[in-house]
């Protein structure tokens, strides 16, 4: 579910108009719903109502500092990948305690940045970086809480550039040296060990990938105790699906997905941490665009419209699917007619999607890219020299720019001729 509707034959995001958003800041814009993350983040929290847990939200899948506080304040903590991330957590007011460091390759001042800003834990993905921790958090007069992240080699069953559970990846280390690495962190000066992690992948709409993951994390959590590890928290990862064609079966609830987690490892009396990012954002977000011109082919119609690869890079990058509507509703039964969904930039992989049907449309008409909250703005890029996409947040009838476009004058002034040319 999301709160973006036709009302009066006219898509609207919460109470506001969309058509009254584009023509204020402008097209192409990204426009999100508050009543749409508050709902998606309440049903995380409710469908682990039966255990202590802390629900972080995948900062990687949308980090406008707006998005963030509101989740924040509803209480979520927040899985971070970067330094920079964790700068926009502690800037949207999450305190270090609620804040998880995920990634492979975490550098020195990063991990300085959190040890002196506060963190509740460094999941780590590697025996060097488990050395390097160590011994800055020693230097450094500091014991980190860490947990260590195993790779099961599950397959998640999801698209190759997104699952992270297979042997061949580059996450976490093997589940089958986790007994003699978990060893050597507890001997680490500097280091705590408190927890396992695990993530298998993004984009998942089937839970038996979760379920064999979970069951292996069960196993090890009781081999590592009986081995006198203080394990007390599991820290299971995110990448719950969402529906991103209207017309596909719905992936698995949140409420599905913590019963699967109940049934694997709630008996071990843990702290369940989660990261979901897609689930909760996804479909709290549309990119508005409009139609610069209509271009007949030789055996299609091309919509030229004013979004681009830039400013929305998954359909690109993975082949993703958006519904693509327009923002005036057709009449009912209004004849519907196939585009090929196109961007102006100058690659042939701009490419929003093909044959999509649509009623007939003309230049300067309004269409919305739906289920684009997760992993678009953040991906953005000025490829082209185009300005950086703004991004809106909506509740209830009013709406504020969360982020501006910026002007061609702000972009050249990033650049700097030195001296000698």
Request: charge should be negative.
């Amino acid at each position: 579910m999301d709160h973006f509707t036709y009302r009066n034959g006219e898509l609207h995001a919460e109470d506001v108009p969309l058509t009254c958003i584009a023509s204020q800041v402008g097209t192409p814009v990204y426009v999100y719903s508050a009543a749409t993350l508050t709902r998606h983040f309440g049903l995380f929290r409710q469908a682990l109502d039966w255990t202590d847990h802390l629900v972080c939200f995948a900062v990687k899948s949308n980090s406008n500092l707006a998005v963030l506080k509101l989740l924040g304040d509803l209480g979520a903590g927040m899985d971070v990948v970067s330094g920079g991330e964790y700068a926009r957590a502690r800037a949207a007011g999450v305190p270090g305690d609620r804040i998880v460091f995920s990634g492979v390759g975490k550098t020195i001042p990063e991990m300085r940045m959190a040890i002196e800003g506060g963190i509740r834990q460094m999941n780590l993905e590697s025996e060097p970086e488990m050395h390097a921790l160590s011994a800055l958090a020693h230097s450094m007069g500091a014991t980190v809480p860490v947990a260590i992240r195993v790779n099961p080699d599950v397959d998640a069953k999801t698209h190759e550039k997104i699952a992270t559970g297979k042997s061949e990846n580059k996450f976490g280390i093997p589940i089958s040296r986790a007994m003699e690495v978990y060893a050597e962190a507890a001997a680490l000066p500097g280091l705590r060990v408190v927890g396992v992690d695990v993530h298998i992948g993004s984009q998942l709409t089937d839970l038996a990938p979760f379920r064999a993951a979970y069951l292996k994390v069960a196993e090890l959590t009781r081999a590592l105790r009986a081995a006198g590890h203080d394990i007390s928290r599991l820290d299971l990862g995110g990448g719950l699906g969402i529906p991103y064609r209207r017309d596909n079966s719905a992936p698995p609830l949140p409420i599905e997905y913590g019963q699967v987690i109940r049934e694997t490892v709630g008996d071990l009396g843990c702290q369940i941490e989660i990261e979901p990012g897609r689930n909760i954002v996804g479909n709290a977000g549309i990119l508005l665009s409009r139609v610069i011109y209509v271009k007949k082919g030789e055996d299609r119609d091309f919509l030229i419209v004013d979004a681009a690869m830039n400013d929305l890079l998954r359909p690109a990058m993975y082949g993703a699917h958006h519904d693509i509507v327009p923002l005036i509703q057709p009449p009912l039964g209004a004849e519907q007619q196939g585009y090929d969904v196109v961007g102006p930039v100058c690659e042939s992989g701009d490419t929003f999607q093909k044959g999509a049907s649509l009623p007939a449309m003309a230049p300067g008409g309004l269409v919305a890219f739906r289920s684009a909250g997760a992993y678009g703005a953040v991906m953005a890029s000025e490829y082209n020299s185009r300005p950086l996409v703004p991004e809106v947040l909506v509740q209830g009838d009013h709406f504020a720019v969360i982020r501006a476009r910026p002007t061609y004058d702000e972009m050249l002034g990033r650049d700097s001729i030195p001296a000698w040319l």
